[in-house]
T-cell receptor, first 111, second 115 residues
Framework: QKEVEQDPGPLSVPEGAIVSLNCTYS??????FMWYRQYSRKGPELLMY????GNKEDGRFTAQVDKSSKYISLFIRDSQPSDSATYLC???????????FGTGTRLKVLA | IAGITQAPTSQILAAGRRMTLRCTQD?????MYWYRQDLGLGLRLIHY???????GKGEVPDGYSVSRANTDDFPLTLASAVPSQTSVYFC??????????????FGPGTRLTVL
């Protein structure tokens, strides 16, 4: 079993839809959680960072962490075609600076 | 423009050949990383370096070596390339001094095909 599981998609939604992207993990020591966005043929870029449990909002994006369920989510409101990309979750424990990445979910927002 | 550069952008390589992928950052970050990205497997850490002069093995180090002679450069060498090393390779850096966030900044990647 992988430490971090992420549905690869692809996920296709119409413009304006609310998108939910998710990752599950098995290591209860993970405390730091990130979401990266990766456009085609580009390197990943940090989108959201969350420490421990709770929600964090930044514009149209909301990151949610539920440590009791070992489940993290990224919500995108009013999705736009420019949101079409692969979204990777990443997480780590407190004893290391190395992140474990999910496989990524491909998202297509249709105009 | 501050960031990470990687070279070459892409390469086709015959099996058995030696290849060095170059990575340079100008952000003065202490930590650097090499990942490979494969469909269905995501980003997997090959090697990392917490600071100049030190390196460590990641999840998939076999067949790869790295060196960290200075802060800015972190080359990845394939001593004798095999087809299973066909992948997209990303270099990244981070500044652990920024605290728990430790955001990793990624380069544009090198697409390597081993025939």
């Amino acid at each position: 079993q992988k430490e971090v599981e992420q549905d690869p998609g692809p996920l296709s939604v119409p413009e304006g839809a609310i998108v939910s992207l998710n990752c599950t993990y098995s290591n209860s020591a993970f405390q730091y959680f990130m979401w990266y966005r990766q456009y085609s043929r580009k390197g990943p870029e940090l989108l959201m960072y969350t420490y421990s449990s709770g929600n964090k909002e930044d514009g149209r994006f909301t990151a949610q962490v539920d440590k009791s369920s070992k489940y993290i989510s990224l919500f995108i409101r009013d999705s736009q075609p420019s949101d079409s990309a692969t979204y990777l979750c990443a997480m780590r424990g407190s004893g290391t600076y190395k992140y474990i990445f999910g496989t990524g979910t491909r998202l297509k927002v249709l105009a | 423009i501050a960031g990470i550069t990687q070279a070459p952008t892409s390469q086709i390589l015959a099996a058995g050949r030696r290849m060095t992928l170059r990575c340079t950052q100008d952000m003065r970050h202490n930590a650097m990383y090499w990942y490979r990205q494969d469909l269905g497997l995501g980003l997997r850490l090959i090697h990392y370096s917490n600071t100049a002069g030190t390196t460590g093995k990641g999840e998939v180090p076999d067949g790869y070596s790295v060196s960290r002679a200075n802060t800015d450069d972190f080359p990845l060498t394939l001593a004798s390339a095999v087809p299973s090393q066909t992948s997209v390779y990303f270099c990244a850096s981070s500044d652990p001094g920024q605290g728990a966030r430790n955001e990793q900044f990624f380069g544009p990647g090198t697409r390597l095909t081993v025939l």
